[in-house]
């Protein structure tokens, strides 16, 4: 069967020339990068190579970059690593579970914790965020990129609001990374999170941003392996990979790749929207990353339509990967304001570099198809009188 | 092979339904299975008394876990569906308020009618299978002389699961196939073994799958704990068949018709429940004598080898999973109601519970028991 794959949010494939580059790494270039001789000396270039190609993609400096095993790594080490008991951190109600629940234990061990709400379209009020200040805050932590709807919140604002407030500002920009142009000078944080496998890299490794002279308590112990703030061998294979990921994404980027991915998108999202009735996009009216758009179409169980697709060939998903089998909708659709069946009738459709024109043509043909298929066994659904 | 389909699979991560799978897909079928996530385990776990841990139960991670193993060694498209608010307010919610008001439901067949063969069928029909297969003892046929959908008793009668599947319809037994209708469990799990399903020596599972170790009324205080309701004060008196007041019991859902232990009462002859009345909180004890009766009443009736009972015919009714079924006379006394008038009197009638009438292997239809 003929597959085609939208859930580039879910995971990307590596890229054909990013496995080319990190090949050798599983093979002759074993070494490893803290020893003293010939072996170590190679991989250890090869991880500074990454590291830089990475500070570029960021807009920072080498030194500033801390390999780790993900985005979810990432993310706590963020988190974890700059607040401790007594302190107040904001976050907002869509982050990513990697961050929600590293909050929530946060809470579990004495800190508070603020979490924002926001607008029908997905956005956070900075506003909200400068009322939530407070004496004891010491870390504001807001999403770059929602990874369900792709909508881009103002980091920028809330890195100024929290540079006034001499508050820590971490961001997870796991979802835009490779995606949309970073930079963590104009954005004003202390940490930022990615993941390479969400942008062509594979999966395992990722790395968290981390302003030099930001004090950051480490995850674990057992070595001085990047710069004291990470221990553990480094995963040679996986930061080459990011490396060849970040340079190729920062080309992109700059060749304009991102205005081709939103016109594809676009397409898609049109496409289908011109065929089906009673459907509409989640976040529509906020920018967005160019390859994402959820879509809910009422009356439909999305579980079903995701089989039903998959089963055609079609890959797409629910939300986010882990809520797959779970009962409670998306915690971030349902914080936009959705009504919990609408919730449950959305789809997330994610582009990404290997997508080509062909699969959003067979997209906007069968997704309208499955949905009416879907509606006309559903029970919730009466099909609207014919109007003469 | 000829005539080829889709076919959904209802795979629980049993050795039954796993071998269904195996079965269909050696005939070539595009088989896809499908598991139903109908209870969170963990759900209650660790409140009012109830198990911190719980194993080896339908919807826990590790049946799941064995169900898609066998889907990846048959190399079929394997999904979960969740299907946990449903369940909710169709078998668990009845089923603890049928206890509260002293009846005693099956939630099995509940699950059956509102789970199995009524949301399964729709997801499997919206993804493009026709028809349900199922790891049920069970048969269905259609019969050209009456122009019905039948079910008929399985081939291995010790495993015969027809008392649950009463209330399929026309149009479900039409999309449904039990393709372990004509074999015995152990030539199922030989067939497994053949297949190479690492899972055909697990056991069978005996109990309610989501009232681990079958502690029904810890189960019942923990789910209406967790609901934030107080468990209604169902105590009350306990009575004699001669209206004697002899004690009191702690709430009527301890008790099931026939039974015999945790009275709290001692006398000079055993005493058995008779009767629970739940309009006054009364647990009616007797001997044994009066647990006989010789008619019952089913309401809420799905007739399945006919489409209505214009006349009395006799039959064999089962009142309960483990009984033989006793030939009656059945006839329709009201609109939704029929009498079964049993040739001798049948011990332990008990309301709540389904009466299931049989015509040779053929279930006729059924009711439950008021």
Known sequence: MHRIYLDNNATTPVLPEVFETMRPYFGERFGNASSIHHHGQQTRAAVEDARESVAVLLGCRASEIVFTSGGTEADNLAIAGLVAAGDHVITSSIEHHAVLLACKHLEEIGCEVTVLPVDGRGLVDPGDVRRALRSNTKLISVMMANNETGVLQPVEEIGGIANEAGVYFHTDAVQAAGKVAIDVKRIGCQALSISGHKMHAPQGVGALYIRKGTRLQPLFYGGRHERSRRAGTENVPGIVGLGKAARLAKEALDRGNDEKMAAMRNRLQQGILAQVEEAGVNGDGAARVPNTTNIHFDHIDGEAMVIALDLKGMAVSTGAACSSGAIEPSHVLVAMGLRTDQARASIRFSLGKQTVAEDIDVAVALVPEVVARLRELSPMYRRPALSS | ?370
């Open chain 2, 1 to 370: 092979m000829l005539n080829t389909e889709t076919i959904a699979v209802a795979m629980s991560g049993g050795v039954d339904s796993s071998t269904v799978a195996a079965m269909l897909r050696a005939d070539g079928h595009n088989v896809i299975g499908l598991t139903m996530q109908l209870w969170n385990q963990r759900r209650l776990a660790g409140r009012e008394g109830m198990p911190e841990s719980v194993q080896g139960r339908c919807c826990s991670l590790d049946d799941v876990y064995d169900a898609r193993r066998v889907a990846q060694h048959l190399g079929i498209p394997y999904y979960v569906v969740n299907h946990e608010e449903r369940f909710e307010r169709d078998v668990i919610r009845p089923f603890v308020e049928e206890y509260v008001s002293g009846r005693t439901p099956i939630p099995c067949s509940l699950c059956n009618n509102h789970l199995k063969f009524d949301q399964l069928l729709i997801v499997a029909q919206q993804i493009g299978a026709e028809r349900v297969a199922t790891g049920h003892y069970a048969r269905v046929a259609f019969d050209d002389a009456r122009g019905r959908w039948l079910l008929k008793r399985p081939a291995d009668s010790s495993k015969d699961q027809t008392y649950f599947l009463f209330g399929l319809t026309q149009e479900q037994l039409s999309r449904t196939i039990f393709p372990l209708g004509d074999m015995t469990k152990p030539e199922v799990r030989e067939l497994a073994r053949q297949h190479g399903l690492a899972l055909a020596e697990k056991p069978d599972s005996q109990e309610i799958c989501f009232v681990p170790g079958g502690d029904y009324k810890r189960f019942i205080d923990a789910y209406l704990a967790e609901q934030g309701e107080a468990l209604p004060d169902t105590a009350g008196d306990l009575v004699t068949t001669n209206g004697d007041v002899i004690g009191e019991h702690g709430g009527i859902h301890n008790f099931t018709v026939g039974q015999r232990k945790g009275l709290g009462v001692a006398t000079g002859s055993p005493l058995y429940v008779i009767q629970i009345s739940g309009a006054n909180k009364q647990v009616i004890v007797g001997g044994e004598e009066h647990l006989y009766s010789r008619t019952l009443r089913a309401r809420r009736v799905n007739l399945i080898a006919m489409d209505d009972l214009r006349e009395p015919m006799r039959v064999a009714v089962k009142i309960r999973h483990r009984h033989e079924p006793a030939a009656a006379m059945i006839e329709r006394v009201g609109d939704d109601e029929i009498l079964a008038t049993f040739d001798e009197p049948q011990r332990a009638i008990t309301p709540g519970q389904a009466a299931v009438f049989y015509d040779g292997d053929i279930v006729v239809g059924g009711g439950w028991i008021s």
